[in-house]
């Protein structure tokens, strides 16, 4: 069976569950002790290393760090567009701006409605609210957490302006029939790849399948640059308003000071334009690697009664910013906090989930207040947006079952193979008292309550 189906699939309480049971009590008494693992895990080696100081040198030497003048951000973009094969990309000062320079660049204005994945980070949504648009949240895939097609199409209305698809932990969305139904529908995509960098679906990098693809170059993601963000399109149009967007609306080309419409200065300096140019020498080895360890880790849980692999779509090329591993319906919020506490003792880093859905979680969408004193734009919505328990189950549920793997490129074959082996050892023990119940709402509803976890910028 497959692992889609086998999420999919409120799984009922298997025979070797009763039989574990009744041997459980004492199997438990004979059971090893000894942590799978004791030695230390792997710290993460230099990430910054000649290529950039050189580049940060030579930024240095150019006696200007402005990217009006210099050249390594026009360097950076061109390097960009060489490794995505999008012609034109816009750099900027951080993933946040360049999704929120997308949707101006798009024209994304009041009162239009912006589908996008509830399981993400706050950069996706700023963009949306800054330019009065209405964050809509659809439900994600039980296996890769990222949008479908059909959760999108589920939420569209007359005033669906575009669509903000997030790759979320390095594994691509099932992209094709979600770019195939915005252009049906006259609707612009954008895909937000802060996490996913490398990534590919048919061999075509992701950020490339929409009108818009947005990366982060923040310090937690594949590759680093302190802060920035990069924008990429095939269009000369748009390539040209997200460049106004990023600066204030100022055209560095005519050099004319335009105004057409009002922009954040959202530039990028020549240093770190520098130092993500270096970056982007390393980008694909680091995508490779951690593709292979993750499908390492995937293969090996794959037959693991109860967990549920990070499983990317056919033909998706994952790199694994992190990884996900579910424990199927038959445990409750509890085993998956005591999963995760074991696996700790068993000397193997992580923790329970990644992040509660946002609109359950960040206040400004709760309260649908986001500047103060005014409920603006969520008093243009023609139909509210009930930001409440049960919008999209499948992320309120995969998200409390959940267990957060910190995948990384300095892991070896041996470090996954411990992951593996503690994460059998420790789903085996949990299945034994697992009762042949199945689950409630209320086996979640403590976890839901429970203060948030707070995660990478
Ligand atoms: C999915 C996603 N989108 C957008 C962002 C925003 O990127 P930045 O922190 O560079 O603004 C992040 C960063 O964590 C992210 O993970």
Redesign the pocket.
């Known amino acids: 069976m497959g692992q889609s189906e086998k999420a999919a699939k409120n799984a009922p309480p298997r025979s070797h569950t009763g039989e574990a049971l009744r041997h459980g009590v004492h199997a438990s008494v004979r059971e090893d002790t000894t942590p799978v693992r004791t030695h230390p895990w792997p710290q993460p080696g230099p990430r910054f290393e000649g290529r950039e100081l050189e580049l940060l040198a030579e930024a240095l030497r150019q006696n200007t760090l402005s990217y009006v003048h210099g050249h390594m951000t026009q360097r950076l973009c061109a390097r960009m567009s060489e490794l995505t094969g999008a012609a034109h990309v816009v750099a900027c ?7 929120h320079v997308a949707l101006k660049a798009c024209g994304v204005g009041p009162g239009d409605e912006v589908i996008t994945a509830p399981v ?5 949504i ?1 963009g949306i609210i800054y330019e009065g648009a209405i964050p809509v949240f659809a439900d994600v895939d039980p296996v890769n957490y990222n949008l479908t097609a059909e959760t999108v199409a589920v939420r569209l209305t007359q005033r669906t302006r575009a669509v903000i698809a ?3 932990a390095g594994c691509p969305a099932d992209i094709v029939p979600i770019a195939e139904l915005c252009r049906n529908r006259g609707i612009t995509l954008i895909e ?5 960098w490398a990534a590919q679906v048919n061999g075509q990098w992701v950020g490339t399948f929409g009108d818009m693809g ?1 990366f ?3 310090d ?2 594949h590759i680093s640059a302190g ?3 990069l924008v990429i399109t095939n269009d000369e149009r748009l390539h040209r308003t997200a460049a106004l967007a990023a600066d204030k609306c100022y055209d560095r080309l005519t050099r004319a000071r335009l105004m057409e419409f009002v922009a954040p200065n959202y530039r990028i300096s020549e240093l770190q334009s520098a130092v993500a140019l270096a970056q982007l020498d390393r980008v694909e080895a680091i995508g490779a690697r951690r593709h292979a360890l993750g499908q390492r880790l995937g293969n090996g849980l794959a037959a693991t009664d109860g967990l549920l692999p990070h499983e990317a779509p056919v033909g998706a090329y994952s790199t694994y ?1 992190f990884y996900l591993i579910q424990l199927d319906r038959r445990f409750t919020a509890n085993d998956v906090e005591d999963f995760a506490k074991a696996m700790n003792r068993e000397g193997i880093p992580g923790g329970r989930g990644y992040v509660r859905p946002v609109y359950l979680a960040y206040p400004y969408l709760i309260r649908q207040s986001a500047f103060h004193h005014s409920r603006w734009p969520f008093t243009q919505a023609v139909s509210p947006q009930p930001y409440a328990p049960g919008l999209c189950p499948v992320a309120e549920s995969v998200f409390d079952r959940s267990y957060k793997f910190p995948l990384s490129e300095w892991l070896d074959d041996s470090d996954i193979d411990d992951v593996i082996r503690a994460a059998q050892k420790v789903s085996q023990r949990l299945l034994r008292r697992v009762a042949d119940k199945p689950p409630s709402d209320g086996d979640l509803e403590g976890i839901r309550k429970s203060p948030g976890k707070v ?3």
């Open positions: 000062s951080s993933g946040s701006a360049a999704i993400t980070d706050a950069g996706t700023i997030v790759h979320l937000d790849c802060a996490q996913s947005c982060s170059l923040n937690y993601k802060e920035g963000g910013w995660h990478e910028l």
